[in-house]
């Protein structure tokens, strides 16, 4: 069945020729623009019969296409209606259906131009762009699932794709960027997976989750935006084997008591720091790369607040490595901190920190300070080749060292100052430049290296 405005074909109205269509009907539309809103409820194929830009289906009021069908739809620009009576609140409306939308053009829409709602919609949209939304560009509601692969989602006042209310999408090598708000907004117990996107130069977070939502983000870029790159609010989920970078404010940060697993991510050239912990915040943080960013390398901030990294590189930083501070707390296990500006690791503010395995090596200040009330724990650790002390301990603090080195540093090995306690317990202090150790405060020596473990490790050469 052929619809052609001129009247060559069988009709001349796309609305026409579907309600003449029998289910299974090809509806081939030739280039023009059709002003009308179509309701698409019997499985048809609904094709352009030219390139996309040719055919164009405008509303008249309402939204220009309701999909409540397993249709499939290709090669059509479908436009909100902008009149001031009855603007489009939504340009493409799918309920309840899973239909295949590929090759489409969705423009406009004050809340969205995509909306996907329902427990029974699993749509597979391909190939679309969808943009200039004066809300969001896609939209998934009410429990409804689906795909959408390879899309283009831009210039939507808000953010680029939504997930709410319970909504399981999967997201999957769509570039979304310069909104309005944010790129990827997830909230109110969604679970999509969104992987292999790229989400940039987004005026708020990258992406962004709250309220209880559970994504997995998986092989993502998200980059180059006006705030930070990825948001976690009172949510849980999976990140991993994303690249985060060049976001204005943190990499990835944690808040509110979420708690995600951060697993194989890169997070760099931030304009603050890379991956900040505040607020209750308790995520894991495993195999990262961390690295370049403009403040601490991981911040972990806020009485509640508990970070817990393993096999994590955090280096090259222009501030500190890894900070601690009011009343946080953090377990490092396994780690390898090195090159960084300031401090390997800082403690402040009554903060704690166990450290277990892990080499805090080449910086440029001091190796770990401790300060204001904090306490630290340091067991089988290396610690070498910083500019400054080792290990700096101010008054009122407490440091436990257990079986570990100390050494080759270019000022002194472990810096007890007046008021402090540190415990060396089969520990090794040696080749400090300055001494190594010096006795200001309550040092308390017990043994010495005894064993095989870390005592017997090379130390790493800087990278």
């Known amino acids: 069945m052929v619809v052609s405005p001129d009247g060559s074909g069988d009709h001349r109205s796309i609305a026409a020729a579907l309600a003449d269509a029998p289910a299974g009907t090809r509806i081939v539309v030739m280039p023009g623009r059709y002003r009308e809103s179509l309701v698409v409820d019997r499985d048809v194929e609904l094709v352009g019969g030219g390139p996309r830009s040719g055919v164009v289906v405008e509303a008249l009021e309402g939204p220009a296409m309701e999909v409540r069908s397993r249709s499939t739809i290709r090669d059509l620009q479908l436009v ?25 053009e969705v423009v406009g829409g004050i809340a969205s131009a995509l909306l996907v709602r329902g427990v029974s919609s699993l749509p597979l949209v391909r190939n ?19 795909k959408i692969e390879d899309c283009d989602v831009y210039e939507n006042a808000l953010a680029g794709m939504e997930a709410r209310d319970g909504a399981s999408p999967v997201i999957r090598r769509c570039r979304v960027h310069d909104g309005g708000e944010g790129g990827v907004f997830v909230e109110a117990g969604a679970s999509p997976t969104v992987e292999d996107c790229d989400v940039y130069a987004n005026a708020l977070a990258g992406i962004e989750v709250r309220d209880g939502a ?20 009172s949510a849980s989920g999976v990140i991993e084997d994303c690249d985060v970078y060049g976001n204005a404010l943190a990499g990835i940060e944690v808040r ?24 209750g915040g308790a995520p894991m943080i495993e195999d990262c790369d961390v690295y370049a960013n403009a403040l601490a390398g991981v911040e972990a901030c806020g009485p509640a607040t508990r970070a817990e990294l393993a096999g994590t590189r955090v280096h090259h930083g222009a501030h500190i490595g890894l900070l601690v ?21 800082e403690l402040s503010g009554g903060a704690h920190a166990d450290v277990y395995k892990t080499t805090v090596r080449d910086g440029c200040h001091v190796g770990f300070l401790v300060d204001d009330g904090s306490s630290l724990v340091i067991e089988e650790g290396l610690v070498s080749a910083n500019a400054l002390a080792g290990i700096d301990a101010a008054g009122g603090c407490r440091v436990e060292v257990r079986r570990s080195l100390v050494v080759d540093g270019a000022h002194v090995g472990v810096l007890a100052r007046s008021g402090s306690r540190v415990l060396l317990e089969a520990a090794e202090v040696g080749g400090n430049y300055m001494g190594d150790v ?12 005894q064993g095989p473990g870390p005592l017997d490790l090379e130390v790493p050469r800087a990278t």
């Open 80 to 104: 909100g209606s902008s009149g001031a009576s009855s603007p489009s609140a939504v340009v493409v409306d799918i309920t309840s259906a899973s239909p295949v939308l590929e090759d489409c």
């Open 128 to 146: 679309c762009r969808a943009h200039g939304s004066g809300g969001v560009g896609v939209l998934f509601l009410d429990g409804s699932s689906g």
């Open 214 to 233: 559970s994504p997995v983000i998986r092989r993502c870029r998200v980059h180059d935006g006006g705030e930070g790159g990825i948001l976690v609010t």
């Open 256 to 279: 509110d008591g979420a708690s995600p697993v951060v697993r194989r991510c890169r997070v760099h050239d931030g304009g603050e720091g890379g991956i900040l912990v505040e607020t």
């Open 325 to 345: 501070a009011d009343q946080a707390s953090a377990v490092v296990r396994s780690c390898d901190v090195f090159a960084n500006a300031f401090a390997g690791m």
């Open 438 to 449: 010096v006795r200001e405060g309550d040092v308390d020596r017990r043994g010495g290296p």
